[in-house]
C-alpha cells in the first residue's frame, strides 16, 4: 500500500485540496477506488477536471459494478465522460446492467446512454433559457425578483438540455434574469423575512446515545424530522421497486432480470413492506419505530404494508397477542393492506424444503440443540448424507415418526457471523392455533420470513440491525429456490433506558406483582403507553425524531415526553383540579348563592371552546400553595400575602387559620377582593375547586433507579433489585364538576399540575386518572 503522504499528494493533483485529501484518505472504499483508477489511468494527463471526474466516478461505485472501472476510467480520460452528468449516467447504465448477469456492456448503447459526443451549443443553452424564463417563470419572477429561487429554471432546463453544461445553462440563466430585471435594488439585498418559531415549529434535536457507532452501509444517518411522512419522503432514500439489483449486497442470479420484470408486473410497480410480529407477548415502544418505518415507508410512497404475524413457534403464541398486536398497530393509525400469517404458507414452505433438499442444498441432521450452540459448534457428521436418505427423513419427521429434538432440517450455507448451517425445520409435537395437529415440524425464523417476503412481493424487506447477520441466507435462499428475492435494509433499535422491553423480564415483572400487567402505565409497552394517556400521534412523531439509522440508539423517556407534551398542549382542554385539597371558605363571599362560570377549555385559544364550574364561599385550593411561614421568593398564598383565584376574578387573602393539635392546618377563612378592585395585583393565581367531585390519581415516576437496569455492572444484584419504590402513588384529588362523563383515554392539563387521561379501571360513580407527564419544569415557580 502507498504511504498516506504520496496518496495525499496522488490526489492533490487530482484537483483536491490537501484537506480534501486527508477526509477522502478516512473512506477506504473511496481510497480504494481511487487508487485502481490512478492505476488504470497510468500516465495520462487528469487535468482540465479529469482529476475530479475520477474522484466523483470512485465516489460513488458501487460494489455491484466494481468490475467495470476500468471501462469508466478510460473514458473519463479519453474526455468521453467529460462531466459529472455523463459520470452519472454512466453508472446508472451499468447498475441497470447488473440484472443481467455476465452480459457484455454493448458500447454503442453505452455511449448513447452517456450521452458520449454529443455536443450543446452555447446559442441552444441561450434559446432554451430563454423560453422557458419567458413562457413560464417571467411573472414569478417579477413578483420574487431576485429572491425567485433560479434552481427552478435551471432543473427545467436541464430537463430538456441533459447534457448542457451545468456552468453555461447558469451564466445564461443570470444573464437573462438581468436582461429582465436590471441590476438588484436595495430592496432585493434585503433577506427575506425569518419564519415565526410558530411558523416552523422548530423541534430540539434528540440528544441519544449512539450505542453502536458503525452505521449500516444501506442507510446512511438522518436528522430525525418532525412527522413519519416528512421523514420518509425527504431523509430515508431506499431503492426504486423492481431496481433492487442497485442495493449493495443484492445477489444477481441469470434468472434476476426475468424475476424482477414479473416481480413488477404483479406489483405494478408498487411498494410492499411488511410488519412481521411474533405474536407471543405486547408490542413496545422499539416495535413502535418498527411499525413507523414499515407503514410509514410505503404510505408515503403509495405503497402498501403487510401485517403478517409470524406464527411458526405453536408453543408461546396466544391469541391474546393476536388481538393485542393489531389493536396497536391501529392505534398508531395504521390500517394493513393485508393481515396475513406464516402458517398461510407451511405447504408452499414445506415443499420448497423439499425441493432444496433434492438440490443437495439441505439435509436433515441429529446433533442436538445443546451441540449446536456457541460460535465454533462441532461439524454435522450427517452434512453429506445421501440426498434420498435426506428426503427419506426429513419425510418420517413430517409424519411424527421421529421424536421432538432427534432431528432438524440444517441449511448448508454459513451466515456472516460464521454460523454454519442454521436450522430450517425443527420437530414441535405441539398442536398450533391455526392449523390444529396438521404439522409436527415448524420452520424457523431463518428460513420462513425470507421466503414469505418472496410469496408477498415485499420490495422493501425493512428490520433490525441484528438481521443483517442474516442477509445472506436471506438473498441465498430465494436465489437457491430460484424465487423473487426481496432487498433487506437494516436500521438500529430504539432502546429506551430506565426500561425493560424483554417479553420474559416483563412477565416476571408481573407474576412477582411489581406491576399489574403487560399495560401497567410504568412499563413502555405499547398498551402501558396508551393506559398512561400517551397520544399516538406523539409516539410516531418520536420516533420520526429519532430518524433512520444503522446505529442502535437508547433515549430517555424524557425525550418521549416531550414529544407527549408538544401534542397534548394543543390538544388537551384545560381543568381545574386539586391534588391534596385544602379548605378555604371565603367570609365574604360576594354573591348570594353559588354561581355559574363560562371557562375556556384553552385560555390560549379561547375559541376552540369552553366549559361550566362552580364558584361558591367554600372553595379548595392546593395544599402546597399555602405556607404558614413562607421562605423569601415565595409568591402564593400566606398569612400575609393574597394570591389570584384562576378564573373566578377574586383575589383571597388570609383572614384565620385552623390547625389541629399537631399544627397541622386543617382549614382557612380568607377574604376577598375583586381582581379588577385590587390596589395591587397577586404574585401568583392558583387553581382551586367549589362543590367538587373525588378522583382517584395515580401519580408514576420511573419503575428503575438505574439507566441500564439489566446491566450487571449497573445492578449487580440484577433488574428486581433495581425498583423504585415510589414509582406509583395514589391520591384522593378534588375536581370541578366539568369531568363528570369522561371516557376511557380522555385526556385533559390540569391546570399547574401537568397531563392526565381517563383510567380503563374508571366506573361513572368513581374516576381514575393517571398522570401521563407533568408541565414543563418552570424553576421561577414558587
Given at each position: 500500500?502507498?504511504?498516506?503522504?504520496?496518496?495525499?499528494?496522488?490526489?492533490?493533483r487530482?484537483?483536491?485540496?490537501?484537506?480534501?485529501?486527508k477526509?477522502?484518505?478516512?473512506n477506504?472504499?473511496?481510497?480504494?477506488n481511487?487508487?485502481?483508477?490512478l492505476?488504470?489511468?497510468g500516465?495520462?494527463?487528469?487535468?482540465d477536471?479529469?482529476?475530479?471526474?475520477?474522484?466523483?466516478?470512485?465516489?460513488?461505485?458501487?460494489?455491484?459494478i466494481?468490475?467495470?472501472?476500468p471501462?469508466?476510467?478510460?473514458?473519463?480520460?479519453?474526455?468521453?465522460?467529460?462531466?459529472?452528468?455523463?459520470?452519472?449516467?454512466?453508472?446508472?447504465?451499468?447498475?441497470?446492467?447488473?440484472?443481467?448477469?455476465?452480459?457484455?456492456?454493448?458500447?454503442?448503447?453505452?455511449?448513447?446512454?452517456c450521452?458520449?459526443?454529443?455536443?450543446?451549443?452555447?446559442?441552444?443553452?441561450?434559446?432554451?433559457?430563454?423560453?422557458?424564463?419567458?413562457?413560464?417563470?417571467?411573472?414569478?419572477?417579477?413578483?420574487?425578483?431576485?429572491?425567485?429561487?433560479?434552481f427552478?429554471?435551471?432543473?427545467?432546463?436541464?430537463?430538456?438540455?441533459?447534457?448542457?453544461?451545468a456552468?453555461?445553462?447558469?451564466?445564461?440563466?443570470?444573464?437573462?434574469?438581468?436582461?429582465?430585471?436590471?441590476?438588484?435594488?436595495?430592496?432585493?439585498l434585503?433577506?427575506?423575512?425569518?419564519?415565526?418559531?410558530?411558523?416552523k415549529?422548530q423541534?430540539?434535536?434528540?440528544?441519544?446515545?449512539?450505542?453502536?457507532a458503525?452505521?449500516?452501509?444501506?442507510?446512511?444517518?438522518?436528522?430525525?424530522?418532525?412527522?413519519?411522512?416528512?421523514?420518509m419522503?425527504?431523509?430515508?432514500?431506499?431503492?426504486a421497486?423492481?431496481?433492487?439489483?442497485?442495493?449493495d449486497?443484492?445477489?444477481?442470479?441469470?434468472?434476476?432480470?426475468?424475476?424482477?420484470?414479473?416481480?413488477?408486473?404483479?406489483?405494478?410497480?408498487?411498494?410492499?413492506?411488511?410488519?412481521?410480529?411474533?405474536p407471543?407477548?405486547?408490542?413496545?415502544?422499539?416495535?413502535?419505530?418498527?411499525?413507523?418505518?414499515?407503514?410509514g415507508?410505503?404510505?408515503?410512497?403509495?405503497?402498501v404494508?403487510?401485517?403478517?404475524?409470524?406464527?411458526?413457534?405453536?408453543?408461546?403464541?396466544?391469541?391474546?397477542f393476536?388481538?393485542g398486536?393489531?389493536?396497536?398497530?391501529?392505534?398508531l393509525?395504521?390500517?394493513?393492506?393485508k393481515?396475513?400469517?406464516?402458517?398461510?404458507?407451511?405447504?408452499?414452505?414445506?415443499?420448497?424444503?423439499?425441493?432444496?433438499?433434492?438440490?443437495?442444498?439441505?439435509?436433515?441432521?441429529?446433533?442436538?440443540?445443546?451441540?449446536?450452540?456457541?460460535f465454533?459448534?462441532?461439524?454435522?457428521?450427517?452434512?453429506?448424507?445421501?440426498?434420498?436418505?435426506?428426503?427419506?427423513?426429513?419425510?418420517?419427521?413430517?409424519?411424527?415418526?421421529?421424536?421432538?429434538?432427534?432431528?432438524?432440517?440444517?441449511?448448508?450455507?454459513?451466515?456472516?457471523?460464521?454460523?454454519?448451517?442454521?436450522?430450517?425445520?425443527?420437530i414441535?409435537?405441539?398442536?398450533?392455533?391455526?392449523?390444529?395437529?396438521?404439522w409436527?415440524?415448524?420452520?424457523?425464523?431463518?428460513?420462513?420470513h425470507?421466503l414469505?417476503?418472496?410469496?408477498?412481493?415485499?420490495?422493501?424487506?425493512?428490520?433490525?440491525?441484528?438481521?443483517q447477520?442474516?442477509?445472506?441466507?436471506?438473498?441465498?435462499?430465494?436465489n437457491?429456490?430460484?424465487?423473487?428475492?426481496?432487498?433487506?435494509?437494516?436500521?438500529g433499535?430504539?432502546?429506551?433506558?430506565?426500561?425493560l422491553?424483554?417479553k420474559?423480564?416483563?412477565?416476571?415483572?408481573?407474576?412477582e406483582?411489581?406491576?399489574?400487567?403487560?399495560?401497567?402505565?410504568?412499563?413502555?409497552?405499547?398498551?402501558a403507553?396508551?393506559?398512561?394517556?400517551?397520544?399516538?400521534?406523539?409516539?410516531?412523531?418520536?420516533?420520526?425524531?429519532?430518524?433512520?439509522?444503522?446505529?442502535?440508539?437508547?433515549?430517555?423517556?424524557?425525550?418521549?415526553?416531550?414529544?407527549?407534551?408538544?401534542?397534548?398542549?394543543?390538544?388537551?382542554?384545560?381543568r381545574?383540579?386539586?391534588?391534596?385539597p385544602?379548605?378555604?371558605?371565603?367570609?365574604?363571599?360576594?354573591h348570594?348563592?353559588?354561581?355559574?362560570?363560562?371557562?375556556?377549555?384553552?385560555?390560549?385559544n379561547?375559541?376552540?371552546?369552553?366549559?361550566?364550574?362552580?364558584l361558591?364561599?367554600?372553595?379548595?385550593?392546593?395544599?402546597?400553595?399555602?405556607?404558614?411561614?413562607?421562605?423569601?421568593g415565595?409568591?402564593?398564598?400566606?398569612?400575609?400575602?393574597?394570591?389570584?383565584?384562576?378564573h373566578?376574578?377574586?383575589?383571597?387573602?388570609?383572614?384565620?387559620?385552623?390547625?389541629?393539635?399537631?399544627?397541622?392546618?386543617?382549614?382557612l377563612?380568607c377574604?376577598c377582593?375583586?381582581?379588577?378592585?385590587?390596589?395591587?395585583?397577586?404574585?401568583?393565581f392558583?387553581?382551586?375547586?367549589?362543590q367538587p367531585?373525588e378522583?382517584e390519581?395515580?401519580?408514576?415516576?420511573?419503575?428503575?433507579?438505574?439507566?441500564?437496569p439489566e446491566?450487571?455492572?449497573?445492578?449487580?444484584?440484577?433488574?428486581?433489585?433495581d425498583?423504585?419504590?415510589?414509582?406509583?402513588?395514589?391520591?384522593?384529588?378534588y375536581?370541578?364538576?366539568?369531568?363528570?362523563?369522561?371516557?376511557v383515554?380522555?385526556?385533559?392539563?390540569?391546570?399547574?399540575?401537568?397531563?392526565?387521561?381517563?383510567?380503563?379501571?374508571?366506573?361513572?360513580t368513581?374516576?381514575?386518572?393517571?398522570?401521563t407527564?407533568?408541565l414543563?419544569?418552570?424553576?421561577?415557580?414558587?
Amino acid at each position: 500500500m502507498v504511504a498516506n503522504e504520496d496518496l495525499i499528494l496522488q490526489f492533490q493533483r487530482l484537483g483536491m485540496s490537501e484537506q480534501k485529501a486527508k477526509e477522502t484518505l478516512k473512506n477506504a472504499n473511496v481510497t480504494r477506488n481511487l487508487q485502481l483508477a490512478l492505476s488504470e489511468s497510468g500516465s495520462n494527463d487528469l487535468s482540465d477536471g479529469v482529476g475530479m471526474l475520477l474522484y466523483h466516478m470512485a465516489s460513488k461505485l458501487k460494489p455491484q459494478i466494481a468490475d467495470h472501472l476500468p471501462l469508466l476510467v478510460r473514458y473519463i480520460v479519453a474526455r468521453k465522460l467529460d462531466n459529472t452528468q455523463r459520470v452519472d449516467a454512466a453508472l446508472e447504465y451499468l447498475l441497470k446492467s447488473v440484472q443481467k448477469k455476465n452480459a457484455a456492456i454493448d458500447a454503442e448503447e453505452f455511449e448513447r446512454e452517456c450521452g458520449v459526443g454529443v455536443v450543446i451549443t452555447p446559442e441552444e443553452i441561450e434559446r432554451v433559457v430563454q423560453d422557458r424564463i419567458r413562457g413560464s417563470y417571467k411573472q414569478a419572477l417579477l413578483d420574487q425578483r431576485y429572491h425567485f429561487n433560479a434552481f427552478k429554471i435551471m432543473q427545467d432546463v436541464r430537463t430538456q438540455l441533459k447534457w448542457a453544461d451545468a456552468k453555461s445553462v447558469k451564466a445564461a440563466i443570470d444573464v437573462e434574469i438581468f436582461d429582465l430585471l436590471g441590476p438588484k435594488t436595495e430592496a432585493d439585498l434585503k433577506p427575506l423575512p425569518k419564519q415565526t418559531s410558530s411558523d416552523k415549529q422548530q423541534q430540539a434535536k434528540p440528544k441519544v446515545t449512539e450505542v453502536a457507532a458503525t452505521v449500516a452501509e444501506p442507510i446512511s444517518a438522518t436528522d430525525g424530522a418532525n412527522t413519519i411522512a416528512e421523514l420518509m419522503r425527504t431523509k430515508v432514500h431506499f431503492h426504486a421497486p423492481g431496481e433492487n439489483y442497485k442495493s449493495d449486497g443484492y445477489v444477481v442470479t441469470e434468472q434476476t432480470e426475468r424475476l424482477l420484470r414479473e416481480h413488477l408486473q404483479r406489483t405494478g410497480g408498487r411498494v410492499h413492506t411488511r410488519f412481521p410480529p411474533e405474536p407471543n407477548g405486547i408490542l413496545h415502544i422499539g416495535h413502535a419505530k418498527a411499525i413507523n418505518i414499515n407503514f410509514g415507508y410505503a404510505a408515503a410512497h403509495n405503497g402498501v404494508c403487510y401485517l403478517r404475524y409470524d406464527d411458526t413457534n405453536p408453543e408461546k403464541e396466544e391469541e391474546k397477542f393476536f388481538v393485542g398486536i393489531h389493536d396497536m398497530v391501529e392505534w398508531l393509525g395504521y390500517k394493513p393492506y393485508k393481515i396475513t400469517h406464516s402458517s398461510d404458507n407451511f405447504q408452499q414452505l414445506y415443499e420448497w424444503a423439499v425441493l432444496l433438499i433434492r438440490k443437495n442444498l439441505a439435509y436433515v441432521c441429529h446433533q442436538k440443540a445443546e451441540e449446536l450452540k456457541g460460535f465454533n459448534p462441532k461439524p454435522s457428521p450427517w452434512r453429506e448424507r445421501p440426498i434420498e436418505e435426506s428426503l427419506q427423513l426429513f419425510e418420517d419427521m413430517k409424519r411424527g415418526k421421529i421424536d421432538e429434538g432427534a432431528a432438524t432440517l440444517r441449511l448448508k450455507l454459513t451466515l456472516e457471523e460464521g454460523k454454519v448451517d442454521p436450522v430450517a425445520y425443527r420437530i414441535k409435537f405441539i398442536p398450533h392455533h391455526r392449523t390444529g395437529s396438521a404439522w409436527c415440524i415448524y420452520p424457523t425464523y431463518d428460513y420462513t420470513h425470507c421466503l414469505c417476503d418472496s410469496i408477498e412481493d415485499i420490495t422493501h424487506s425493512l428490520c433490525t440491525k441484528e438481521f443483517q447477520s442474516r442477509r445472506s441466507s436471506y438473498y441465498w435462499l430465494c436465489n437457491a429456490l430460484g424465487i423473487y428475492c426481496p432487498v433487506q435494509w437494516e436500521y438500529g433499535r430504539l432502546n429506551m433506558n430506565y426500561a425493560l422491553v424483554s417479553k420474559r423480564k416483563i412477565a416476571k415483572l408481573i407474576t412477582e406483582r411489581i406491576v399489574s400487567d403487560w399495560d401497567d402505565p410504568r412499563l413502555f409497552t405499547l398498551t402501558a403507553l396508551r393506559r398512561r394517556g400517551f397520544p399516538a400521534e406523539a409516539i410516531n412523531n418520536f420516533c420520526a425524531q429519532m430518524g433512520v439509522t444503522g446505529a442502535q440508539i437508547a433515549v430517555d423517556p424524557s425525550m418521549l415526553e416531550a414529544a407527549v407534551r408538544d401534542v397534548l398542549n394543543v390538544s388537551a382542554p384545560r381543568r381545574l383540579v386539586v391534588l391534596e385539597p385544602l379548605k378555604v371558605t371565603i367570609t365574604n363571599f360576594p354573591h348570594a348563592a353559588p354561581v355559574e362560570l363560562e371557562v375556556p377549555d384553552f385560555p390560549q385559544n379561547p375559541s376552540q371552546g369552553t366549559h361550566k364550574i362552580i364558584l361558591d364561599k367554600v372553595v379548595y385550593i392546593e395544599r402546597s400553595d399555602f405556607k404558614l411561614e413562607p421562605e423569601k421568593g415565595y409568591r402564593r398564598l400566606a398569612p400575609k400575602q393574597s394570591v389570584g383565584l384562576r378564573h373566578a376574578g377574586l383575589i383571597i387573602s388570609v383572614l384565620q387559620v385552623k390547625q389541629d393539635v399537631n399544627g397541622q392546618v386543617l382549614e382557612l377563612e380568607c377574604s376577598c377582593v375583586s381582581a379588577e378592585q385590587a390596589v395591587e395585583k397577586p404574585k401568583a393565581f392558583v387553581q382551586w375547586v367549589s362543590q367538587p367531585i373525588e378522583l382517584e390519581v395515580r401519580l408514576y415516576e420511573q419503575l428503575f433507579k438505574h439507566k441500564n437496569p439489566e446491566d450487571p455492572n449497573e445492578v449487580p444484584n440484577g433488574f428486581l433489585s433495581d425498583i423504585n419504590e415510589h414509582s406509583m402513588s395514589m391520591v384522593s384529588a378534588y375536581a370541578d364538576r366539568a369531568l363528570n362523563g369522561v371516557k376511557v383515554y380522555d385526556k385533559f392539563q390540569f391546570e399547574r399540575i401537568g397531563f392526565f387521561s381517563v383510567d380503563p379501571d374508571s366506573q361513572p360513580t368513581h374516576l381514575v386518572f393517571n398522570r401521563t407527564v407533568g408541565l414543563k419544569e418552570d424553576s421561577g415557580k414558587k
